[in-house]
């Protein structure tokens, strides 16, 4: 199978690495507009560098795609387009809107083609480790021809429905890890207000009801402060953005949602543009009493987190 990857940030990269092992059998080209990129992963893996989005397209069976947004998404697309053989998929691994979603099949179809909106959650670490879980809209005859292609990087494929899907999908579930994460933000500064040790409060709760995926891994980084990872709040908000436009051209109300989306503009305003969107911690502790404060550091001190 020949595999165009096109985008080599901290999601690309891994996951073009996965596809590039021999025991999958692909042959990999790989594209990005940071020329560097595409020359020290194909350096580091048994891949090859294309020069252009159409060198990298031009022979493959699937194209796999992980760009920042819609307006990135069109520009590789238009200039692939020409050079897309009848029956490619195209498996898009970006968070973007719906409407570009269908869009892009909508073109790509006209090309006897298939676009595969395919967005994904677990974050960095599922990319490294081949675990990720994909939500995907599109056709279900390309779905079940590129699943096995997606399987060298994830541990949970699914079709969800028609173009659009996918993405809807993975605005669902933005929705309620933003509302959960400023759940475990209030209640951890809580319970650091009352004087509890908030390790063992976490330790009890992850045996409980109010247990969480963001308890259990980003508990204990919003307790010390540590945010210099991970997916950052400037991500996550351009997420929110999707899905608060979405919501409103469905004339469905988000307000939890739209309150997590200021809260992380104020998280933004604080300097934690590129901190792990958990950060709303940072927030919950600057506003709440007794004063503002943030996380001590190793000395004891106050100090901002990251």
């Avoid at 719906?98 to 395919?118: I, K, M, N, V």
């Avoid at 604080?270 to 600057?286: N, V």
Wanted: aromatic letters at 6%; a negative charge.
């Amino acid at each position: 199978m020949r595999v165009a990857v096109i985008g080599l940030g901290r999601m690309g990269w891994p996951i073009a690495g996965h596809l590039a092992h021999l025991e999958h059998g692909h042959e990999v080209k790989v594209f990005d507009i940071a020329n560097a990129a595409s020359t020290a992963w194909a350096d580091e893996h048994a891949g090859e560098a294309a020069e252009s989005v159409a060198d990298a397209v031009g022979q493959a069976d699937v194209i796999i795609s992980s760009l920042p947004a819609d307006k990135q998404m069109q520009v590789v697309v238009d200039e692939a387009l020409a050079h897309i053989g009848t029956g490619t998929i195209w498996l898009d691994h970006s968070t973007i809107s719906a409407t570009g979603a269908r869009r892009f099949a909508d073109e790509l179809s006209s090309r006897g083609a298939h676009f595969l909106d395919a967005p994904v959650s677990g974050g960095v670490d599922g990319a490294r480790n081949g675990s990720l879980t994909v939500m995907v809209g599109g056709d279900e005859d390309a779905f079940v021809r590129a699943e096995p292609t997606m399987a060298a990087y994830a541990g949970r494929v699914t079709h969800m429905g028609p173009s659009g899907a996918g993405q809807i999908t993975k605005m669902t579930n933005q929705i309620c890890v933003v509302g959960v994460a400023q759940a475990l933000a209030e209640g951890l500064d809580f319970a650091i207000n009352a004087g509890l040790d908030p390790e063992k409060v976490v330790h009890v709760m992850t045996q409980g009801s109010s247990t969480s995926w963001e308890m259990e891994n980003r508990a204990a980084q919003m307790i010390a402060g540590e945010y210099d990872f991970g997916f950052s709040t400037t991500l996550m908000r351009k997420d929110v953005g999707l899905v608060l436009d979405e919501a409103s051209a469905m004339n469905v109300s988000l307000p939890v949602t739209a309150l997590v989306a200021q809260f992380l503009a104020d998280v933004h305003a604080l300097g934690g543009a590129d901190w792990d969107w958990c950060s709303l911690m940072e927030r919950q502790r600057r506003l709440s009493s007794p004063g503002n404060r943030s996380a001590p550091d190793d000395s004891g001190e106050p100090s901002p987190a990251g």
